[in-house]
């Protein structure tokens, strides 16, 4: 079987890739091997809730509105703009977030410390290296230690030092002295990051961008993985025991793994180069109500270490239609190294200690948890290692010689938005086809 144009990967980059293929009048083929495309941008319903795969929350810089994403068929009716109600859990309260800013609502004591920590930070040398210095000579040595390396390290399961300042992306607010010095006064600088505001559905969960992506796709086929690929022969084989000969592959199956699919020397020893985290999200239905200081919250960073999850989210703070009236929609993400997932206990160990965390927080009742859904996702932050942004150059270089030109998140190995992986696409298939 021949296809000039071979999408791997149903996730929302490789349905827009498959769109704009389709409007084009060319020949392609998408191979999902789930049961139901989407990848990670998927909603769970089980009775009375929807969970989405994790936080998923739709930033918008490229495109003014969800109806003007190309190819995504959406309505902005179907879609509510909301005011991001974010917290830091530190002192024993929720601050703020980001917690940098607003240091000033800590208790006076720890206030007082960071505030004598940060007139001490260490001068930022010439050209700072890493993410740990970095946030360290940004925000001194209180603030680094007490909150931002430990909720950085929990969630991207590996030691900040091993990280590059390429880890420092557009979402990390930057050490703004003014901000921070009105944070310490309780002042309030009006600067808008970016997740200030964002989009989600009224109803239905972030599963309405990928319907609505997969809207009259021709050549799609679930179920059917992709167990190994030629590079000579520009052929790969599928778990449905068939062969599938390509001209341009657009891959958006995570990079590590795509070249160990290839079997090719060189592209093995990169490949194990690289290193990401893995994320469990555990999904529960709740029944009553939250207490106080969470009704409101769409989602609170935990930096304590004693703490087993990085994140506790409310999907039901963000919309109502997630679960119905008298429940909430709650979850928490637990970040594990990527060669640990498989050695993780997650249903009988990380699962009782995490609501076990969840009582003593005082947050959620274990007798008041009536459903729950935990979902894998066995890549979920790529690290930005010194050695990062070589090895993907050259990998990207031999895959292009064979024809693959790897697209969003995980296929270009980067830490990016829903709207940069569809973009990544868009711009891929533009830039392929003239």
């Known amino acids: ?128 290296e890493g993410f740990r210095e970095f946030i360290v000579s940004g925000f001194g040595q209180a603030v680094a230690d007490r909150f931002l390396i430990p909720q950085n390290e929990k969630t991207m399961a590996t030691p900040l030092g091993r990280l590059s300042i390429g880890a420092v992306k557009r979402f990390f607010p930057l050490p703004d002295e003014k901000r921070i010095r009105a944070g310490f006064a309780n002042e309030a600088v009006e600067t808008a990051e970016y997740n200030s505001t964002f989009w989600y559905p009224k109803r239905g969960g972030i599963d309405v961008l990928t319907r609505g992506l997969a809207q009259g796709l021709k050549s799609v086929a679930t179920n059917e993985e992709i167990i190994g690929i030629d590079l000579e022969r520009r052929v790969v084989t599928t778990s449905a025991g068939r062969s599938v000969e390509w001209e341009n592959m657009l891959p958006s199956i995570p990079l590590k793994a795509l070249c160990k699919l290839t079997r090719d020397r060189e592209l093995t020893v990169a490949a194990e180069r690289l290193s990401h985290s893995s994320t469990i999200s555990f999904n529960f239905g709740v029944r009553g109500k939250l207490p106080g200081a969470l009704k409101d919250a769409h989602w609170v960073y935990v930096p304590d270490r004693d703490v087993p999850f990085y994140r506790f989210g409310c ?98 190995w980067d830490y990016v938005g829903m709207e940069d992986s569809i973009s990544s696409a868009l711009t891929t298939v533009e830039a392929l086809t003239g």
Not at 48 to 76: K, M, V, W
Not at 339 to 344: K, V
Not at 389 to 397: E, F, P, T
């Open 1 to 128: 079987m021949s296809r000039k144009w071979l999408v791997a990967g149903g996730g929302i980059s490789g349905l827009a890739a498959a769109q704009a293929l389709q409007e084009r009048g060319l020949d392609y083929l998408l191979l999902e091997r789930c049961p139901a495309v989407g990848g990670l941008t998927r909603t769970t319903q089980v009775e009375d809730f929807c969970f989405d795969y994790t936080g998923h929350f739709l930033h918008l810089r490229r495109f003014p509105s969800p109806s003007q994403i190309p190819h995504a068929h959406l309505n902005d009716e179907d879609w509510e703009t909301v005011e991001r109600k974010s917290y830091f859990y530190a002192g024993g309260r929720l601050v703020d977030a980001p917690i940098q800013y607003h240091l000033g609502q800590l208790p006076d004591e720890l206030r007082q410390e960071c505030e004598t920590s940060y007139d001490a930070r260490p001068a930022a040398g010439d050209k700072i």
């Open 315 to 412: 999907y039901s703070n963000i919309s109502a239609a997630m679960c119905s009236n008298g429940y909430n929609a709650v979850y928490v993400e637990v970040g594990v190294p990527g060669e640990d997932i498989d050695r993780t206990d997650i249903a009988s160990k990380l699962q009782t200690d995490v609501i076990a965390a969840l009582e003593k927080l005082g947050w959620v009742k274990s007798e008041d948890i009536v459903c729950t859904v935990a979902h894998v996702i066995r890549c979920a932050y790529v690290h930005h290692t010194p050695e990062r942004d070589q090895l993907v150059r050259d990998i990207l270089s031999r895959l292009n010689a064979a024809g693959i030109h790897p697209i969003g998140r995980y296929g270009l």
